[in-house]
């Protein structure tokens, strides 16, 4: 959704137009996906992190394109809530210390958008929800005044034709209504791309979904929304709910959301992008002028514009990524982590959810064939909602057997294999070590941002009130997150 359209509403005939491209590129997919070599290259990874923006009394600061503009820099980018910006980062090799490079990049930016921050009274905080957000913050009024946004939403609410309902149960239970997709905006997140072999994309992206309920639980740090203690990953379901386009009253079949974990383990990447053209119908249906079967009768790789665009409106936590770019390859974006507590946080949850990849590839599709799918779902909501503290359904030792097991044995038994993984790979062993360390540390304490947030709040909950106590905690998480130590080693009195 980083585009620049001009226009926020369409014509019944170019939806029609946009959904015969997107089938004339799926085709085009097809050809390219069979072409000798498409998708070879060494492996890298790349990242996107959102932040909030937040005003001296720690609430939303709604000024982010007076920041954007005055920052002037490409990789900067407005998001759906004006309180909220996102920061592209440079793709790396997936050799020596990518994720090293990642974290002085991501501190560096932080430190200069903050500069031009601080005059208009404004501070980055990268956090998966922000604790002092409050309803009355969110609304039509605080929609970035872009027209893909304005786009967004209303191709949404069209769809829906009533208000999106928000039920989440946690320790404390939130219903609520919205009129718009600003509640989407609540959310910030820690989004990583991996390059992965075209060949072997869908043993890759099914390895990535077997093991990122456990890098999800590990890397939790969203336990509240507007003052009531949810999910260690409230995120997961708000997101899920706060875009959900599905009309209640014209269910003649059970249709997906947008939002969703998989429609099962994948066979292929062109499956992939075929069933968000099948299941979902189009948003935002601007066309371009290119050809894919002409450019790719010359030998070129064509964009495909209308597929991605289609696809980048479809919100699977895990989702494929064609990129034309370099003779063209996949990619494999993991959506679900949130942002923070940390830089070093962030890069050591991308490293330890490659590595718990890598450690089950080998393995992947016979634990496929044991562990149906829906068993891999249900440890993805169960990942988000109990964080660490959540029992999975995964294979006994002898891989045959499933067992409902504590996530953090699972862990336990995962980290040794994704370090010999991340070992056998061209990333420094000194990374491996250094970051790895850093999961390691949140399993040996028991202590992820999510539980750090929930016990520090709950100190203050005994002299403060309420709205006080979520501030508090956040001017403390505030200042631990300037000193870039992990969240595991941050003290836990007030």
């Not at 085009?28 to 996107?48: K, V, W, Y």
């Not at 994720?99 to 031009?116: D, S």
């Not at 040996?444 to 909950?461: E, K, L, P, V």
């Amino acid at each position: 959704m980083g585009l620049s359209i001009k226009q926020s509403e369409f014509t019944t005939e170019e939806f029609d137009r946009f959904a015969a491209k997107v089938r004339t590129d799926l085709t085009a997919l097809t050809r390219l996906l069979d072409r000798p070599g498409f998708g070879e290259g060494e492996s890298s990874i790349g990242a996107e992190v959102e932040f909030y923006i937040v005003n001296p009394e720690l609430r939303v600061q709604p000024i982010n394109t007076e920041i954007a503009a005055s920052v002037q820099d490409p990789q900067l980018a407005v998001e759906l809530n004006r309180f909220n910006l996102e920061y592209n980062l440079s793709p790396k090799a997936f050799k020596g210390a990518p994720f090293a490079r990642t974290e002085q990049e991501l501190l560096e930016a932080m430190q200069r958008i903050n500069q031009h921050a601080a005059p208009l009274n404004g501070e980055l905080v990268p956090i998966g929800i922000l604790p002092t957000l409050r309803q009355s913050d969110m609304g039509a009024k605080v929609m970035t005044d872009e027209p893909r946004y304005h786009a967004l939403s209303n191709a949404l609410i069209q769809q829906r034709g009533e208000p999106f309902s928000i039920h989440i149960g946690g320790n404390d239970v939130i219903d609520l209504e919205a009129d718009d997709v600003t509640m989407e905006g609540a959310n910030t997140s820690f989004q990583l791309h991996w390059r992965v072999p075209a060949q072997r994309f869908a043993d890759y992206f099914n390895a990535v979904q077997l093991v990122t309920p456990i890098a999800l639980a590990l890397a939790s740090n969203s336990p509240s929304l507007f003052g009531h203690h949810l999910w260690d990953e409230t995120r997961i379901a708000l997101f899920k709910q706060a875009v959900d386009s599905r009309s209640p009253n014209h269910r003649t079949w059970k249709h997906p959301p947008r939002v969703y974990y998989g429609n099962g383990w994948a066979r292929s990447a062109w499956e992939l992008f075929a069933a968000s053209a099948s299941l979902y119908p189009p948003i935002l249906p601007l066309m371009s002028e290119e050809d894919p079967m002409a450019v790719i009768d010359r030998g070129d790789v064509p964009e495909l514009t209308e597929l991605r665009l289609h696809h980048g409106t479809t919100w699977p936590w895990n989702r494929a990524i064609f990129d034309h770019k370099e003779g063209g390859h996949l990619r494999i974006e993991i959506r679900s982590m949130p942002a923070g507590p940390t830089a070093v946080d962030m890069c050591a949850n991308g490293l330890f959810v490659i590595g718990a990849a890598l450690a089950v590839l080998e393995d992947i599709r016979h634990l496929t064939s044991i562990l149906p799918f829906h068993y891999t779902e249900h440890n993805f909501y169960r990942a988000a909602k109990y964080g660490i503290g959540a029992d999975i359904i995964w294979p006994h030792k002898d891989q045959v057997q499933l067992q409902d097991t504590p996530l953090l044995n699972v862990a336990r038994d995962l980290l040794p294999r994704a370090r010999e993984a991340l070992q056998r790979t061209a990333v420094d062993e000194a990374e491996i070590h250094r970051l790895l360390g850093i999961i390691e540390g949140r399993i040996q304490t028991g202590m992820t941002g999510a539980r750090w947030q929930r016990q520090i709040t709950d100190s203050f909950f005994r002299s403060q009130t309420t709205d006080d106590a979520f501030k508090s905690m956040l001017a403390l998480y505030m200042g631990n997150q300037k000193t870039n130590t992990p969240v595991h080693e941050w003290t836990l009195s007030p």
